[in-house]
């Protein structure tokens, strides 16, 4: 086996995008030759959805717990590569050595591997972000939220390695440049037990076909895709979890109750995430993002419909930057902000959230109104 191996390629088409599936899918998609928008590659995994727990057996210390895209309960890329017609391969390995030997067996055919990670401090340390914010991070007790909230899930892409050197050359999607990481932690970080929904050394890799693949047909599957799981969502155990409208119903009329319904810490962890995910991450909880795919599908399919759907999800977007703003100022204080109990607080909070469950039953009305009428 080879010392050193590097697909430079993987390094070159490398665009950086702030949902971990579909900056990786985008980035692999065009290392093998086929050139899609992130905001394309988002919308063929599933677009956007709703999924809101209340208490979670499994991870009882991390609830309430919301998520925003893609198809709840199953691995988005599957969504993607269906309708695409790629292939890929997924596995689990039994420990960090096999994990690692797996991921350079594949480098060295050519292919980069797409793996599943926990994002903590220790993972930051070795990214190319501002040096004052791995001081900042490293300087966290076990007991912050960064920490305390820690979890898998995070993907990335593998493109080399350097034997000599006992590192591996990386490609975290929200940073520019690619990373070298030393491949012992990067097997610690691959195998952590103690993280939420642990990585267990998962692995992706995807054979795309030459030439061009299906996408209109993608398209107009994927926003399928999207409108059944929103109005008939999968049912999920234990029970309280809920997705979906019915989900975004069930959030829209308990979240101004969290406090009295959950430890503090739980109460401002998921206040602090709601805020996370619509700025740092989720432009708005991944609707900027869907109203791009569908701009770009309407020229596409030729359906001007989408056009103005599209624009309700920019302005859905904005409303939920709104919510998200007042979550940050609850989690600071839960008595003010978006679980204020005052006057004033509660009829904002009502205000806010009668748009937000309102605009989003509409677009999703209007979508289903779309794919009703395609024939083929």
């Known amino acids: 086996m080879a010392r050193v191996k590097t697909l430079e390629r993987a390094a070159e088409v490398h665009k950086t995008g702030y949902y971990c599936y579909a900056a990786c899918l985008r980035d692999i998609l065009e290392y093998y030759g086929t050139k899609l928008s992130f905001d394309m590659t988002f919308g063929l995994l599933g677009g956007v959805s709703f999924y809101y727990a209340r208490h979670d057996l499994q991870f009882p210390g991390f609830a309430p717990f919301m998520w925003f895209a ?23 390995d039994a420990d960090p050595d096999q ?13 980069p591997v797409m793996i599943d990670i926990v994002f903590n401090s220790q993972y930051v340390q070795y990214l190319n972000v501002p040096a004052f914010i791995k001081k900042n991070l490293a300087s966290m007790q076990p007991t912050s939220v960064f920490e305390r909230t820690a979890s898998g899930g995070q ?14 050359l990386h490609i975290e ?52 895709l999207t409108v059944s799981h929103m109005f008939n969502p ?6 309280s979890v809920t997705v979906g409208l ?13 406090p009295a319904l959950y430890p503090d ?3 401002r962890d998921s206040l602090q995430a709601l805020y996370v995910v619509a700025w740092g991450i989720g432009r708005g909880q991944f609707r900027g993002f869907y109203a791009g795919f569908l701009t770009e599908a309407a020229a596409i399919l030729g359906e001007p419909r989408l056009v103005d759907i599209a624009g309700e999800y920019r302005r859905l977007a904005k409303l939920w930057e709104t919510l998200a703003k007042l979550a940050l100022v609850s989690s600071r204080d839960p008595a003010t902000g978006l679980t204020g109990q005052g006057p ?4 904002r909070r009502r205000t806010l959230l009668d748009e937000v469950l309102e605009g989003e039953s509409a677009a999703m009305e209007r979508l289903r109104e779309v794919v009703a009428g395609e024939r083929g």
């Open 173 to 224: 999607p929200v940073i520019p440049a690619p990373n070298t990481i030393p491949i012992p932690v990067l097997k610690q970080l691959r195998s952590d037990t103690s993280c939420y929904f642990p990585p267990q050394n998962r692995w992706s890799v995807f054979y795309v076909p030459s030439g061009p693949l299906p996408l209109r047909r993608a398209i107009r599957e994927s926003i399928r």
């Open 265 to 267: 810490p739980l109460v």
């Open 246 to 258: 019915p989900g975004l119903r069930a959030f829209c009329s308990e979240v101004g109750d969290w």
């Open 155 to 168: 993907r990335c892409i593998v493109y080399g390695y350097d034997l000599d050197r006992d590192v591996a």
């Open 70 to 92: 893609g198809d709840p309960g199953i691995d988005p890329t599957e969504n993607l590569c269906k309708a695409l017609c790629v292939y890929h391969d997924t596995g689990i």
């Open 344 to 347: 004033e607080d509660k009829a």
């Open 234 to 239: 999968p049912t999920f155990e234990p029970l």
């Open 99 to 111: 994990g690692w030997e797996t991921v350079m067996r594949f480098i060295n055919r050519g292919q």
